[in-house]
C-alpha cells in the first residue's frame, strides 16, 4: 500500500516492497525494501512521464529526503518521475545494523546475510520493483557507489535500461582493493598538498593538535577518547568541492583557552565526531571494501596498504589526513560498531564474492551511458574510470576538472542536464 503527499511543488509517494533476500531462491527469506516516488506538481498526470531510478552513494547510505525539489532533482523532475531507491539495509528498509543483526545468530551467520547486500542484489531488488511497478524500462542517474550498481545493472539487466547516467562513480572493472587503495592514498597525497598549500597555517595547526595528544587527553562530546587517526578522518572534507575549505573554519576554531589551560574546543571536538559518526550507516564500514572485492576476500586492504603510505601514518610529523579508508581500529573504538567487530572481521576474509561486472556484456553494450569524470576525484580515481570507459559500449565521458566527487551537491542541476544531453545525443563532448 502506498501513500501520496503533496508540499511545495512536489508529490511523494510512498511505496514498501516484500522482496527476496536472496533473488535466486525466491521462495525463501523475504526482506522489505521502501523506495520514494517523486514528481513534480507541474505535471498533471506523472503517470505520463519516464521513471527515472537514483543510485544514490554508499554502500550504505539512504536516498536522499527532499523537502523540496532542488539542485539535480529539480531538473529531472522536469522530464521525470523519479524512484529513490533506499537500499537493503538502509533508510526504511529492512535495516541492517547493531541493534537488527543479533537476530541473524552469530558473527558468521550475520555475515554470511550481509553478503546479500551488494550491488547485485541491489540491481535485481531493483528489477523485481521495475517489474511490480509495471515498468517496461527506465533510466538510472548512480552517484559515486550508485555507479557501481550502474556497472551492475548494465551487466546483468540492460535491456531493461532506456539510458545511465554516472557521476564520480566509473569502478574499476577489475582492479582489486589493494589497486584501488593504492590510488586512493596517492590522490589523497595530492588533495592534503593543494589544501595546505591553500592554508599552511592549519598544517601548523594539524601538528599542534598531534602534540596536544601526545600529553593531553580530550573526549568527543560522547565520551569516546579522541586520538590522531580520529583527527585524520577529516580528511573527508577534502574529497568536497566546496565542503573542502570548510576544513578551514575547522582548524582555525580548533583550540580555546580554558581555566585549565590550552584545550581542544567543543566545536572542533564536535565537528570530529560528526565525521567518525557511524550509528545511521554501519553497512558503510562493514560492506566498503567488499564492493571491490570478486573472487578473493579483501583482508582489510586499506590498512595493509597504508604501509607503503608512511605520511598517512598516525606517527608522521604531521600526519596527513585520510578519506573514506576503513580500518579495523574502527570497529574496535566506535560503540556503535564495536558489536559488529567480528561480523567485519568474517566479511573481511570472505572469500567467495561473486563477480559484480560482465566484461562481455558490457564490452558489447547499447544502452547510451554518460559519465561524469572528475579529474581529481579522491575517491573514485580518474585513471581507472578512463579504463571502465574503455571497456564499456556506446559510453560517452565527460571529464572535469571543475568539481570533485560531490559535484551535483553544488552544480547538480547543470551536471545532470548535460549528462542527459550527452546520453540523448544532444550535447557535444570532447573525449
Known amino acids: 500500500m502506498s501513500t501520496t503527499h503533496v508540499f511545495r511543488g512536489m508529490r511523494s509517494t510512498e511505496h514498501f516492497f516484500e522482496l527476496p533476500l536472496d533473488h535466486a531462491r525466491p521462495e525463501g527469506e523475504t526482506l522489505t525494501v521502501f523506495a520514494r516516488e517523486i514528481s513534480s506538481t507541474a505535471h498533471e498526470d506523472p503517470a505520463a512521464l519516464p521513471w527515472l531510478l537514483f543510485l544514490q552513494g554508499g554502500p550504505g547510505g539512504k536516498s536522499p529526503r527532499p523537502a523540496s525539489l532542488t539542485g539535480w532533482m529539480a531538473e529531472a523532475a522536469k522530464t521525470f518521475r523519479i524512484l529513490l531507491l533506499d537500499q537493503r539495509g538502509t533508510g526504511l528498509s529492512t535495516p541492517a545494523n547493531r541493534q537488527s543483526l543479533p537476530l541473524r545468530g552469530d558473527a558468521a ?93 592549519d598544517r601548523r595547526v594539524l ?23 580520529l583527527v585524520q578522518m577529516l580528511g573527508q572534507f577534502l574529497g568536497g568541492n566546496t565542503r573542502v ?45 567488499s564492493i ?22 598516525p606517527d608522521a610529523a604531521p600526519p ?17 560498531l564495536r558489536p559488529l567487530e567480528e561480523t567485519a572481521r568474517v566479511l573481511a576474509e570472505h572469500e567467495g564474492w561473486e563477480p559484480l561486472y560482465d566484461p562481455e556484456v558490457l564490452a558489447a553494450n547499447t544502452v547510451p551511458v554518460a559519465a561524469a569524470v572528475y579529474t581529481h576525484d579522491v575517491y573514485v580515481d580518474r585513471d581507472l574510470s578512463l579504463e571502465t570507459a574503455a571497456a564499456v559500449g556506446n559510453m560517452r565521458v565527460w571529464e572535469t576538472d571543475e568539481f570533485h566527487h560531490d559535484g551535483i551537491g553544488d552544480e547538480g542541476a547543470m551536471i545532470f542536464a548535460k549528462l542527459l544531453g550527452m546520453a540523448n545525443e544532444e550535447t557535444p563532448v570532447r573525449a
Open 207 to 229: 601538528g599542534e593538535i598531534v602534540e596536544h595528544l601526545a600529553h593531553t587527553e580530550e573526549h568527543l562530546p560522547g565520551g569516546r577518547a579522541l586520538t590522531v587517526p
Open 245 to 289: 575549505h570548510a576544513l578551514h573554519h575547522v582548524f582555525e576554531g580548533a583550540f580555546i583557552d580554558t581555566p585549565g589551560g590550552r584545550r581542544l574546543s567543543d566545536t572542533f571536538l564536535a565537528t570530529i565526531a560528526e565525521q567518525a559518526d557511524r550509528a545511521a550507516n554501519p553497512l558503510y564500514a562493514l560492506l566498503h571494501e
Open 292 to 313: 571491490y572485492a570478486q573472487g578473493s576476500a579483501t583482508n582489510w586492504a586499506a590498512e595493509r596498504v597504508l604501509a607503503e603510505f608512511p605520511a598517512f601514518s
Open 109 to 201: 551467520a550475520q555475515a554470511a546475510y550481509l553478503t546479500h547486500f551488494r550491488a547485485d542484489s541491489i540491481v535485481r531488488d531493483a528489477e523485481a520493483i521495475r517489474r511490480e511497478l509495471g515498468i517496461s524500462s527506465w533510466s538510472t542517474f548512480g552517484q559515486s557507489y550508485g555507479g557501481f550498481c550502474t556497472l551492475t545493472y548494465l551487466s546483468l539487466a540492460p535491456a531493461s535500461l532506456d539510458r545511465a547516467l554516472v557521476t564520480g562513480g566509473l569502478a574499476s572493472l577489475g582492479a582489486d582493493a589493494d589497486t584501488v587503495y593504492r590510488a586512493t592514498y596517492r590522490r589523497m597525497a595530492e588533495r592534503n598538498a593543494e589544501y595546505f598549500d591553500w592554508y599552511p597555517r
Open 320 to 336: 596527513l589526513l585520510t578519506g573514506e579508508m576503513v580500518y579495523r581500529w574502527y570497529f574496535d573504538a566506535d560503540p556503535v
